[in-house]
């Protein structure tokens, strides 16, 4: 159902018999001309769901009238975790200041510096060239990742957003 949080704007949709049996009349209705849209509290919702190979991830998907940052407001304070934050924080309105205000922190990366000395190479993503979004634990024993589809911006508080998170994520 977290795409009835996010109000996606569907524009081809076909329901196919397989995928129908699998969803429940709620969200079958996001292949409908009305779709149920979430329009009452709560405005954030987990999810947990597993891949193919049976890994569980869980996500948390915010709509609109949730007028609070995702990473620091929300995410935070569910995993109960210090977040480090990459996304795109230029333009309109201006980016979020980093939170320090709770009882955990998160964390803006302004730059993320790559080398590769055997082949003699360096890359550089700074926060105002590299549109990803993504989120890490500060502490790397608890090995949280998120990648999400919101960047932290005064603007895009009012926004609607899904997060998807795996615990024990290790990148070799």
């Not at 210090?82 to 333009?91: A, F, M, T, Y």
């Not at 009882?103 to 790559?114: E, G, P, W």
């Not at 500060?138 to 895009?156: Q, T």
Request: hydrophobic residues 35%; aromatic residues 14%; proline residues 4%.
């Amino acid at each position: 159902h977290y795409l009835l949080y996010c109000h996606p704007n569907i524009y081809k949709k076909e329901l196919t018999k397989g995928v129908k049996k699998i969803l429940d009349k709620t969200a079958q209705s996001l292949f409908s001309e009305k779709p149920h849209f979430i329009g009452k509290p709560p405005f954030v919702e987990e999810f947990r769901f597993h891949s193919k190979a049976g890994v569980e991830f869980f996500g948390y998907a915010k709509d609109e009238m949730e007028e609070s940052d995702l990473y620091s407001n929300i995410l935070s304070k569910y995993l109960n975790e210090d977040l480090i934050v990459q996304s795109w924080r230029s333009g309109a309105k201006g980016a979020l200041s980093p939170s320090c205000d709770s009882r955990n922190t998160v964390s803006d990366v302004l730059t993320i510096h790559m080398a590769f000395p055997n082949r003699k190479k360096e890359i550089l993503f700074t926060f105002t060239t590299d549109h990803s979004k993504w989120a890490i634990s500060a502490d790397s024993a608890n090995s949280v990742v998120c990648i999400g589809d919101v960047n932290r911006m005064v603007k895009k508080i009012h926004f609607y957003s899904y997060l998807p998170i795996k615990y024990n994520f290790f990148l070799v």
